[in-house]
């Protein structure tokens, strides 16, 4: 008996040591994230402009939201658009990235540099200096495209092609998710690629078959992490285009933004941030709900 | 010993008493201003230099990061907390006005020699004054010299008397737009798809297209504030006619009025012949450009006018010192403290007496740093046009014009693209700009 009752009390001290190196986090975790959403939770119900005290108005912000709001159900619209580009193309263009960078090229660690260098720049200068590219009259494209005779394209001012055009930024700043795809590349065990080599598996077949299967693990964790910060995007809307042109680039956060700062509609505004949290909440869900289906652990025999 | 002992402390109470009843009579008030400290260093400077200037009054400055200026005044409203006077944003302050929060300060600069210019008087329900600008700042235009020289173009004028119709204003443009075979709109084989250098811009980040809608003799607002008249035909006409610029004249390059940026990207970047644009502009990119240009009044369509704006200085209700809060304000907004901003051109003076008095006025235009260098022209078109022709933009007088604004920048991208025409984009969205300007 004796042994077992020593285990059973090193097992609580060792419960006691871990629930107290936990507190610092738990306390920052309730404090700055968990009372916070309640708290605007809570507001979406109230009418509160700030100046005056909250005045309790039940679901009058969401009724008003959905009917008369001029932008709100277009906003949903192009948060989803964006966020759904911009996450496809920048995990593709990573990967392709990443691999190539992966191989014996020369100078690997100054195109590794380059094309993380994006990602650390300020987001004002980068947008401002993509914005004098997509220029409709003197931007360098539509002088190279009227070079060769194929007349304008109005990246910013076409409702059309705006969201395109500010996807094409965000997979132009996605290093982050290129340093992780290599690390990710340089895990996959070489012995698979050997085997399949020996088995006669030309280059796409591997990459089909081998690293791809391997990566799952790293993808759905990008995947995660460039959805949420997609569907968060302000700054384009923010820099250049101020929700335009029309509704086209109003995200979410951005009308969230002008209405709880420069109108001072914050309950209002809390409304919105309810909304948007749940729809967050619903895909990143769906993610973890599919996740099992295709994603490949190593050692793992479920699959 | 204990006598001593007993002696010096009352010594030293009797000093702190004295000292405490000379701070005594000096009343406390503070004021509010946006910025870190360290950005805030130079008004604190200034400051200082009204604490040392007179025994009454000491006043204490409270900084408050830009980002969160606002939502600071709204809590310490809610709380009663809020400062004796400050600097606002000129989006919230009526807002601020009709709940109370703001004193009438019609009597602010009763003991200076001079008062404010009367369109930078923000007034509630159009008539109390509630506050005055920091500083004034009209829209004029600009011209790059160079490109009206090679044109063989007269220069446009810098008196009102001169001013540009509309359709003279277009003729210009046209002698002013090339392609890039150096054809003008007014060629047989003109390419509208090849222009290099556009004849003209009209701003349209949106608060700037107000001033059209009073040029073709309407407004966007009743001069109570209560009622919008964008939908007149006036106000749409007006829109309409910044449209065609591009639309149908070509001397205008596409702009959606998405973004601050229409003299930058116009006659500050060589471009375009000639643009609209604050006076600030002069000092903040203009006069670094290397662009030789000159500075004239706008075009008209009916009637002469332009715009002025900037920034309120405000007394709180809640101050128990609003006359001290006063004074000082007005001490404050003298021109001799931000001698800095008004000598490089970025603000123009506040008080009726540079506009009036040719003192005054010389020591202001004929400042050895000021960008332009044109005494008559500068005189024309800062002072004389100002004087006669400048109107208060819509804040002064409408409250809650941020969401008017945000939604009427939505609505008229489709005009600019050519998609839809001005007038069945204000009808469409009537009802909702209506309702931005009423508070929900």
Redesign the interface.
């Known amino acids: 008996m004796k042994p077992v009752h020593s285990i059973n009390r090193m097992h609580s001290a060792e419960t006691r040591t871990a629930w107290l190196c936990l507190i610092p986090s738990v306390i920052g975790l309730v404090c700055l994230t968990y009372i916070p959403l309640i708290a605007v939770i809570g507001l979406s119900f109230f009418?509160w402009?700030?100046?005056?005290?909250p005045q309790f108005v039940g679901i009058a912000n969401y009724i008003?939201l959905f009917t008369?709001d001029?932008?709100f159900i277009d906003s949903i619209k192009v948060t989803v658009y964006y966020a759904a580009l911009s996450v496809i193309g920048s995990l593709i263009f990573s990967l392709i990235v990443a691999m190539l960078l992966n191989r014996k090229v020369p100078a690997r660690g100054f195109f590794r540099a380059i094309f993380y260098l994006p990602y650390v720049l300020p987001a004002m200068a980068v947008y401002l200096g993509w914005?004098w590219l997509y220029?409709?009259?003197?931007g360098l494209l539509n002088y190279v495209f009227?070079q060769m005779g194929a007349?304008?394209i109005?990246f910013?001012?076409?409702?059309k092609l705006a969201v395109p055009s500010l996807s094409l930024i965000a997979v132009w700043l996605s290093g982050n998710l290129i340093v992780i795809f290599l690390a990710g590349l340089q895990n996959v065990p070489r012995v698979y690629h050997e085997a399949a080599e020996i088995d006669g598996a030309n280059g796409f077949q591997r990459f089909w078959n081998v690293t791809l299967p391997c990566m799952t693990p790293i993808i759905f964790y990008n995947l995660l992490m460039a959805l949420i910060t997609n569907m968060q995007v302000v700054t384009p809307a923010l820099a250049?285009?101020?929700?335009?042109?029309?509704?086209?680039t109003?995200f979410m956060s951005y009308l969230m933004y002008?209405y709880a700062?420069?109108?001072?509609?914050l309950g209002?505004a809390c409304a919105i941030s309810t909304i948007f949290f749940l729809l967050i909440g619903i895909f990143t869900l769906l993610l973890f709900a599919t996740s099992r289906s295709w994603i490949f652990y190593e050692g793992d025999d479920a699959k | 010993m204990k006598k001593l002992i007993a002696l010096v402390l009352t010594v030293a109470m009797l000093l702190t008493l004295t000292a405490a009843m000379a701070e005594g009579d000096r009343v406390t008030i503070t004021y509010s201003y946006w910025g870190t400290p360290e950005e805030s260093a130079s008004t604190q400077a200034v400051l200082d230099q009204y604490n040392a200037s007179q025994d009454k009054v000491t006043v204490e400055l409270m900084c408050i990061p830009n980002?969160q200026y606002?939502?600071k005044l709204?809590?310490m409203?809610?709380a009663g907390e809020l400062p004796d006077c400050g600097i606002m944003n000129e989006?919230?302050l009526l807002?601020?006005a009709n709940?109370g929060?703001l004193a009438d300060v019609s009597t602010m600069y009763d003991n200076s020699d001079s008062k404010p210019l009367e369109c930078l008087t923000f007034k509630k329900d159009g008539e109390t004054p509630v506050a005055y600008s920091g500083c004034n700042e009209i829209l004029m235009l600009y011209y790059n010299k160079d490109m009206f020289d090679k044109a063989g173009v007269a220069y446009p004028s810098a008196t009102a008397d001169g001013a540009y119709t509309w359709e003279e204003f277009i003729e210009v443009a046209k002698k002013l737009t090339l392609d890039k075979n150096g054809k003008t709109p007014n060629d047989a084989d003109f390419d509208a798809?090849?222009?290099v250098q556009?004849g003209c811009v009209i701003d349209n980040w949106t608060w700037q297209l107000e001033v059209w809608a009073q040029s073709n003799g309407g407004a966007w607002f009743s001069p109570d504030g209560k009622e919008c008249l964008i939908n007149s035909p006036e106000a749409i006409e007006s829109l309409q006619k910044v449209a065609d610029l591009t639309l149908k004249e070509h001397v205008m390059?596409?702009?959606?009025?998405?973004?601050d940026e229409g003299i930058v990207?116009s006659v500050a970047?060589g471009?375009v012949a000639m643009a609209t644009g604050g006076a600030w502009n002069m000092g903040t990119c203009m006069s670094g450009s290397g662009i030789n240009f000159g500075i004239g009044v706008l075009p008209y369509m009916k009637e002469k006018v332009t715009a002025c704006t900037s920034g309120p200085q405000v007394v709180f209700a809640q101050s128990k010192h609003q006359r001290e809060a006063m004074d000082f304000i007005a001490w404050y907004t003298k021109e001799e403290n931000s001698w800095g901003l008004i000598d490089s051109g970025i603000w123009m003076p506040l008080l009726e007496k540079y506009y009036t008095d040719s003192t005054a006025m010389d020591t202001w235009l004929k400042s050895e740093n000021f960008p332009i260098k044109d005494y008559d022209m500068a005189k024309a078109v800062l002072v004389d046009y100002t004087k006669d022709y400048a109107k208060s933009a819509c804040w002064y007088y409408t409250p809650?014009t941020?969401?008017f604004i945000?939604?009427l920048?939505?609505?008229l991208?489709?005009v600019?693209?050519g998609d839809s025409t001005a007038e069945e984009a204000i009808n469409a969205?009537y009802e909702?700009l209506k309702?931005s300007i009423e508070?929900?």
Do not use: M, Q
Request: with cysteine.
């Open positions: 009418n402009k700030g100046i005056t005290a008003r008369v001029p932008y914005s220029d409709n009259t003197h009227n007349g304008k109005l910013l001012a076409d409702e250049l285009t101020s929700g335009g042109p029309g509704n086209a109003c002008r700062f420069i109108s001072n509609k209002y | 980002e606002t939502t709204n809590s409203a809610t989006n919230g807002a601020f709940a929060l798809n090849s222009i556009y390059p596409l702009y959606l009025g998405l973004a990207r970047s471009t809650n941020s969401d945000d939604l920048r939505s609505v991208s489709p600019w693209s969205n909702a309702a508070d929900f």
